[in-house]
């Protein structure tokens, strides 16, 4: 199978590179997205390789469907860019990585509370510039608060085990409960209402877009911690800002942002960023933006390559597809 890879930076070679040429693949990494621009560079291949931010939408299927691309191999969990109903029209199969260090996302969330809640970052500044004054550096302890987890799936139950190791109350909500976990099912409004911290980890669907607004921001708490390492569009940004700006939060973590195509994993250092919202969540002491790194370690990146060219193994083989996404 003759496989294009799009939006690759040069540690995704790591991986990919000799494990594809050990399983027989020819490759090619592109550095551009996919989008319906870019979609005429697979030209002569069997199948695309993509990642969060390429466009997989209708008009991108519709090109990959003229240069005959029977496979969309997507080296993520998350498939919110892909129009699954597209490509199913189009006879192009999707699959992913439904699963490949859930701890790798937990454990970076947790990162983001503990560093929120005892402002880690700011002392970090503070002290490269030999200020070692602790004024406005005071937290919580955890021990003790309440949790809300939002999406109890693979990334969910890994965060309850770890927020469990801070002997934090915890209190969960999804629509899917699972009967077997130890932890106290409630409905969001309940979670909004009593959670000191809240941890987001559902995918982005129509449901859960916003999930995050004005309204459900006026149940919390004040002085709530917030992390978000899922989808940027679960958080209504624009509402976010609002309540920054009145001081809702104590802190808030974001790995992920709604409009994050243009910027994340880029070098935009030399750049006029024009994109209001981002600058603005930046400018706040007590927002932590990072640029979608929760999944990044060597042991995610490893199983993420292995898992994605065995789909694709699969796919040539004409074996059972179990990690095919539909619609
Ligand atoms: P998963 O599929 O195992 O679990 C998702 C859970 O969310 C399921 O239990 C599902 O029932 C629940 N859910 C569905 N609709 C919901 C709703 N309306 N409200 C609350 N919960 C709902 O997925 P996993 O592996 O735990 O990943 C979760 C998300 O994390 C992914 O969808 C992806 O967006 C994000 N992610 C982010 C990464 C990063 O680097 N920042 C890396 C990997 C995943």
């Keep these: 199978m003759k496989i294009m890879f799009y939006d690759t930076k040069p540690y995704d070679k790591i991986w990919f590179q000799p494990m594809g040429q050990d399983m027989g693949f020819q490759m090619k990494f592109q550095e551009v997205k996919l989008n319906e621009d870019t979609a005429v560079l697979a030209k002569n291949y069997d199948a695309v390789c993509i990642f969060v931010n390429d466009d997989a939408g209708k008009n991108t299927i519709r090109i990959l469907k003229e240069l005959n691309i029977h496979t969309i191999l997507l080296r993520c969990a998350g498939f919110n860019n892909v129009d699954l109903k597209a490509a199913q029209e189009a006879g192009i199969q999707v699959l992913r990585v439904p699963s490949y260090s859930p701890e790798a996302v937990a454990e970076y969330a947790m990162g983001l509370i503990l560093a929120a809640n005892r402002k ?50 915890i209190l969960a909500y999804d629509p899917y409960p699972i009967e077997s976990l130890e932890v106290e099912y409630v409905d969001l409004d309940t979670l909004f209402e009593r959670a000191d911290v809240i941890s987001l980890h559902c995918p982005l669907t129509k449901d859960t877009r916003h999930i995050i607004n004005k309204r459900s921001i006026s149940k919390m708490k004040d002085g709530v911690i917030l992390v978000n390492t899922s989808r940027g569009a679960l958080i209504n940004t624009s509402d976010l800002i609002d309540a920054l700006i009145r001081q809702k939060f104590t802190g808030v973590g974001l790995d992920v942002y709604e409009e994050e195509d243009e910027y994340f994993f880029e070098d935009k250092s030399d750049d006029i960023i024009r994109d209001e919202d981002l600058v603005r969540l930046t400018s706040f002491r007590n927002v932590i933006l990072t640029s979608h790194q929760a999944f990044f370690t060597k042991d995610a990146m490893e199983a993420i390559a292995r898992v994605t060219l065995e789909n694709a193994k699969a796919v040539e083989e004409g074996r059972e597809l179990k990690n095919i996404v539909l619609p």
């Design 120 to 169: 880690i970052h700011r002392a970090y500044v503070r002290t490269r510039d030999f200020n070692y004054n602790i004024n406005g550096l005071m937290g919580i302890d955890l021990v003790g608060k309440t949790a809300g987890v939002i999406g109890t799936g693979k990334i969910g139950q890994m965060m309850i085990d770890i927020l469990k190791g801070f002997k934090m109350k």
